[in-house]
């Protein structure tokens, strides 16, 4: 069984710059959640999505963050523009629905806003 | 304020030595979840403990929910090598499958 694919692996841009991180789930998963960890500290919930709803995005910075899941499948998450805080590591995770169901991450993808 | 604290923050032991990390946390849980992270990957489900007291064994590894389910400890027997990475505990928000994690705890085996 395929797991989570994240890409790009590393991403390297100047503040203020736009970048896209993309995720494709295991397949079955309904859900998907977007996680940001900084250097040194667990991960925290940016976005969760049950298929293709946003169902829980009260940790996202919508002033200069967005995702999407247009089909309930894989999903992307946009920063415009980036600051030199948002250097960090962004993991994507799928599950099955239902209180209980393990996550699953992918590998990250390395940010670094310079 | 933190949810979950970990601690320790850091700890580098020698192989073969034994240790115990710990999460803690002033909220009762239903359920407490441990990960491991190594460099370069994201966490991988280690244990999920559900009853207050209960003791779950991963071959050198022992978790422990306490009794009120407000903390847990994980105890590594005879560290190797590969235990090395950072070491996660993390639980559901009520009425949701959302992961809240810990502040980690990095461990370093050396051999």
């Known amino acids: 069984e395929a797991g989570v694919v994240q890409s790009p692996r590393y991403k390297i841009i100047e503040k203020k710059q736009p970048v896209a991180f993309w995720c494709n789930p295991i397949?079955?998963?309904?859900?998907l959640y977007w996680y940001r960890q900084n250097l040194g500290q667990g991960p925290e919930l940016l976005i969760r999505?049950?298929?293709?709803?946003?169902?829980?995005d009260s940790q996202l910075p919508k002033d200069r963050f967005s995702a999407e899941r247009l089909k309930g499948v894989d999903s992307t998450l946009k920063i415009q523009p980036a600051e030199l805080g948002d250097s960090a590591v962004y993991l994507c995770?799928?599950?099955?629905?239902?209180?209980?169901?393990?996550?699953?991450f992918g590998n990250g993808t390395r940010l670094t806003v310079t | 304020t933190q949810l979950l604290e970990q601690s320790p923050q850091f700890l580098s032991i020698q192989e073969g030595e034994n240790l115990t990390v710990y999460c803690n946390s002033s909220?009762?849980?239903?359920?407490l979840q441990w990960y491991r992270q190594e460099p370069g990957e994201g966490p991988v489900l280690l244990v999920t403990?559900?009853?207050?007291?209960e003791v779950k064994k991963l071959k050198r590894l022992t978790f422990q929910f306490g009794d009120a389910r407000k903390d847990s400890s994980l105890h590594i027997t005879a560290a190797q090598p590969g235990d090395t990475g950072l070491y996660l505990c993390a639980v559901t928000q009520t009425g949701a499958n959302n992961l809240f994690f810990g502040t980690g705890t990095r461990l370093t085996v050396i051999p």
């Open positions: 403990v559900v009853t207050g007291g």
């Open positions: 909220s009762v849980f239903s359920s």
């Open positions: 999505y049950e298929n293709e709803e946003a169902v829980d």
């Open positions: 397949s079955g998963h309904n859900t």
């Open positions: 995770a799928s599950s099955f629905s239902g209180l209980g169901s393990p996550l699953h």
